[in-house]
């Protein structure tokens, strides 16, 4: 697969359907890798008229690792102290829009999916001429006012697992059925076989731990996203254990003249059977971007 040159770092992407169409960028979350994109949503997405980009976001992947530094505590990062952060969602935002300028995409749909959510915001913030339209998924503001983790949640998150093959992919599937959609249970054998490929991919669960500070120690984004106006999309699970639903509804309540979906039964996860709603709701989001504008007083 191809990599792209970006704020002195390589990003590892793939993508699909005519790169003549326009583009839909895809960021993913924290610790997983551009594989959470499956190939079938992106074939979707790709269907509809797009160019569809998948990437693996530093530290994760096949991209960049950021080697060296302070080891990132979790407990310390909690109580406030982010001096063992390498780097900020700031950064990663300006990885994303290097990686526009490696494309050649002038401007991109961004959907950005839990820590990729807050990417997206983020690149909408210091880069908004390189956005068209936004998707936050299961994301929030960063407050800690709202979105906050069920502490039983967050406890397994920051546990530590296996370092062995099996061991990793039993941990990871225990988290991700904790973390997933009450109403749309997942496929065991295709869970286990993803976390699997993953992990032959790139084991490297440091970067885990790099992401996770990154987010903590870049504070709350309400005021910033108050400035987007794009038109952006907010979907949210209302059963969603890792980033509450007050987070989904907290960011949409900042982006004005954002649309808010909240799906009952779903929780931190892209279940196979909203796919076809969540593309939907995705392209009708592109198409606000390029409707004329409403003539005041009309």
């Known amino acids: 697969m191809p990599r792209a040159q970006t704020n002195g770092i390589e990003l590892e992407y793939e993508a699909f359907g005519d790169p003549s169409n326009p583009t839909v960028l895809l960021i993913m979350g924290l610790g997983v890798q551009m594989l959470g994109w499956d190939e079938r949503f992106c074939d979707m997405l790709a269907d509809r008229g797009f160019q569809v980009v998948r990437f693996d976001n530093r530290d994760i ?51 950005g999916v839990s820590m990729g959510g807050m990417i997206g915001q983020t690149l909408t913030c210091r880069h908004p001429e390189r956005v068209l339209s936004l998707t936050s998924i299961m994301s929030s503001t960063g407050s800690r006012e709202n979105g906050q983790p069920k502490p039983e949640v967050f406890a397994a998150l920051i546990t530590p697992v296996p370092s062995d093959r099996e061991g990793y992919v039993e941990a990871t599937a225990n988290m991700f059925t904790l973390i997933g959609s009450p109403a749309y249970p997942p496929d065991e054998d295709e869970l286990r076989a993803l976390i699997g490929a993953s992990y032959d991919r790139s084991h490297y669960p440091d ?27 907010v979907v949210h699970g209302e059963d969603d254990p890792l980033i509450v639903l007050s987070g989904g509804e907290a960011t949409a309540a900042a982006i004005p003249g954002s649309k808010l979906v909240t799906i009952p039964g779903m929780g931190h996860d892209l279940p196979p059977a909203l796919w076809p709603r969540f593309v939907d709701e995705i392209v009708e989001n592109t198409e606000r971007a390029s409707a004329p504008a409403a003539t005041p007083g009309a």
Not at 88 to 109: K, P, Q, R, S, Y
Request: glycine share 12%.
């Open 61 to 111: 992947g096949l991209s960049t690792k950021i080697e060296g530094g302070p080891a990132p505590n979790p407990l310390e990062l909690m109580a406030g102290n982010y001096s063992s952060a390498s780097y900020t969602l700031d950064d990663m935002a300006d990885d994303t829009a290097g990686l526009l300028d490696a494309l050649d995409v002038e401007a991109a749909h961004v959907v």
């Open 207 to 233: 970067g885990f731990l790099r992401q996770l500070a990154a987010i903590l120690a870049s504070g709350d984004r309400g005021k910033a996203i108050a400035g987007i106006r794009v038109p952006t999309l």
